[in-house]
């Protein structure tokens, strides 16, 4: 590229500066942008310290090919040039945080500053944001520095591989565009009462016949009948331990700490319908159905707590768990469990006996106390729901809070000293549906739109400063119940994935809803398309409401959407609606059964979403 064309290009980014200005998800805490801007080409250098080579060459060039086609070459330690140059700069510096970093990019030179190689990665991602949407080839990268922190530790999603089994590349996917909107951890949930995912050595049942549940397909989650025991079984799937390695070292180098979940003592069918024996009962009753669910019925599916076999079994798992997760933590459910079988087991009912234990409640907290210590022994701690802390709770635990109303556990959990991670069912269960239940597919009958995984505020006014430094991150859950394919599971990830990415990353004062949608719109949809991700667009959906005027014989119709900034535009014809149909300005009438359709439409005429097709009756 020639002089001449180099300042040109300089120059229309310099007009860009607004625009780039709004599209980094999530949102960096200081972005101040200067004159110029940096030239990107083939003959570009990369320095990284010698220490991170082997993990950032293969991320770094891989990457900006991807993002620009160019071929830049990888070097060891400082530079050797005086400019064209890119520096990962490993710095002691106390204004940055663990995972922060500092971005400078100026006409001559582009410099990451970290202190460690989590801030180098993060780093990364905000230059690679920072390049034009659509480059192909050299191209030129508007001066700035960012200056940036993570306001958690714990930026979390939660991958449900249980219900629906994910491939391995699947997970990798995941795990490369996940990291690169900052997302540092990867909660896999490994069993429920659908399927056992994770080959435990001394137990091959567990994955023989654990993993393996009957077809069901096309049958309603909640309609499908048990399995018989002479019916194929034909859906399901498992992760090797070689496989989990894999998966645990690819993320490794994406920053991403991967959090294992045994769900115990309930959600456990598929394990009781690979080893009855860890059942209530010695014999099994008339009724009681030992296979794998095949959909949301699995009565009969709690571990019997006062069998001794059961920890006997339970601490072989972890053992070999935890000797596979270099983690720190270790995820072992306790939630939803029905105790019905407790209650008439003699096995249950003796140990409260023997234990002095007022209730199955605190038979519940004596199970997960064992579970502890089991956890414990592994040099582990212990992640729990938070229903570990009914009955007596279990001191050093950390909790995970999903449940609100009277039980408030997000206020419960830190008030009595326990370190917890929010992931509210009401803000932060992605298995929900996001746009209007008549547009999306097979879900909860319940909504959560983008914009309020956006609005979540992760600690609650409520807690004083010290309980508030209790409150280790935020999450974002999606279980597979209604995920079955690739395709599903990525639609209902992104884009709520990235809303809750700004949750868990940004300080609360540098967000904004209008500008987080508008990135999505100008860069980030472009930029999941090219990774080949199946992205809805739900937050562009018109929500419509109506009622029927019996008396007058008119529809009164309602119509609105999460997107601030666009304009709907609706017919009640048949027709699809384009600028030139009505703008919607408020409630209007229309004639009952009439065919009503609306779409959000930008400035220039373009439909945002997909077109919201409703009769009036």
């Given amino acids: ?67 620009t086609g160019l071929d830049i070459s990888i070097h060891k330690g400082k530079t050797k040039v005086n400019s064209n140059y890119i520096l990962f700069q490993k710095v002691k510096d106390a204004s940055i945080d ?33 390049i034009p949407v659509g480059a192909n080839g ?20 939660l991958l449900d591989v249980s219900r629906h089994f994910q491939t391995k590349a699947f997970v990798l996917k995941q795990i490369d565009v996940l990291s690169s909107y900052k997302i540092n951890i990867f909660h896999l ?16 049942n567990l994955t023989k016949k654990g993993a393996w549940r009957a077809d069901r397909t096309g049958i309603a989650w909640w309609s499908r009948e048990h399995a018989t025991a002479d019916e194929p079984k034909t859906v399901g799937g498992f992760y090797t331990q070689e496989d989990l390695k894999d998966i645990i070292a690819y993320a490794k180098t994406r920053n991403v700490e991967i959090i294992p979940e045994i769900d115990v003592p309930a959600h456990s069918k598929a394990l009781i319908a690979a080893y009855p ?41 972890i053992k070999e768990v935890a000797a ?18 407790w209650k008439k087991c003699p096995h249950c009912q003796k140990v409260k006996e023997d234990n002095n234990l007022k209730d199955e409640e605190e038979l519940q907290s004596y199970f997960i106390q064992r579970m502890h210590k089991i956890v414990t022994a592994q040099n582990k701690t212990m992640i729990g729901w938070d229903e570990v802390l009914s009955g007596n709770g279990v001191k050093g635990a950390t909790i995970m809070a999903w449940r609100r109303g009277k039980h408030t556990p997000e206020l419960q959990a830190p008030r009595e000293g326990y370190p917890t991670i929010m992931t509210s069912y009401l803000h932060s269960y992605i298995s929900r549906v996001q746009g209007p239940t008549i547009m999306e597919p097979e879900g909860p009958n319940s909504v959560l739109p983008l914009s309020v995984v956006y609005n979540h505020e992760p600690v609650p006014e409520e807690l004083t400063p010290e309980e508030a430094r209790l409150v280790l991150g935020n999450q974002a859950s999606l279980w597979g119940e209604f995920t079955p394919t690739e395709e599903h599971f990525e639609y209902m990830l992104y884009p709520r994935t990235l809303a809750s990415a700004e949750v868990s990353w940004s300080n609360p004062k540098v967000k904004n ?20 991700v199946n992205v809805a667009k739900s937050l562009f959906t018109v929500y419509p409401a109506f009622g029927i005027d ?19 535009y609706y017919t009640t014809n048949g027709d699809d609606p384009t600028i030139k149909a009505t703008k919607y300005e408020g409630d209007f009438t229309a004639t009952p059964k009439s065919l009503l359709k609306a779409g959000l439409f930008n400035k220039t005429g373009d439909l945002l979403g997909e077109i919201t097709e409703i009769r009036l009756k």
């Fill in 98 to 130: 663990p995972e922060g970093y500092v971005l400078e990019i100026s006409t001559e030179k582009i410099i990451i500053k970290a202190k460690d190689y989590a801030g180098l990665f993060n780093g990364f991602q905000t230059l690679r944001q920072a």
């Fill in 513 to 532: 809803w209008e500008r987080f949608q508008h990135a999505l719109e100008t860069s980030h949809f472009e930029r999941l398309k090219r990774e080949d």
């Fill in 277 to 317: 024996h860890l059942f209530c009962y010695d014999e099994v009753p008339e009724g009681v159905n030992f296979e794998v669910a095949v959909g949301g019925k699995a009565p009969d599916n709690a571990l019997c707590a006062g069998k001794e076999t059961t920890y006997e079994f339970l601490e072989d798992v």
């Fill in 550 to 568: 019996q008396l007058h014989s008119k529809a009164i119709v309602y119509l609105e959407t999460e997107a601030v900034g666009y304009d709907i």
């Fill in 138 to 157: 050299a191209t030129a990268i508007p001066s700035m520095m960012v200056t940036d922190n993570p306001r958690f530790h714990w930026r979390g999603v």
């Fill in 189 to 204: 949930h490994l069993t429920d009462d659908q399927g056992w995912r994770i080959e435990i050595k001394k137990y091959p």
């Fill in 324 to 341: 596979l997760f270099p983690s720190n933590y270790l995820h072992i459910g306790g939630d939803e469990c029905n105790k019905s079988n």
């Fill in 1 to 67: 590229m020639n002089k001449i064309v180099f300042f040109i290009s300089i120059f229309l980014f310099s007009i860009l500066v607004k625009a780039q200005e709004n599209t980094f998800i999530p949102q960096p805490e200081s972005v101040v942008f200067t004159s110029g801007g940096f030239h990107l080409n083939s003959d570009t250098k990369v320095y990284v310290p010698s220490k991170y080579i082997t993990d950032l060459q293969s991320i770094v060039t891989s990457e900006l090919a991807k993002d």
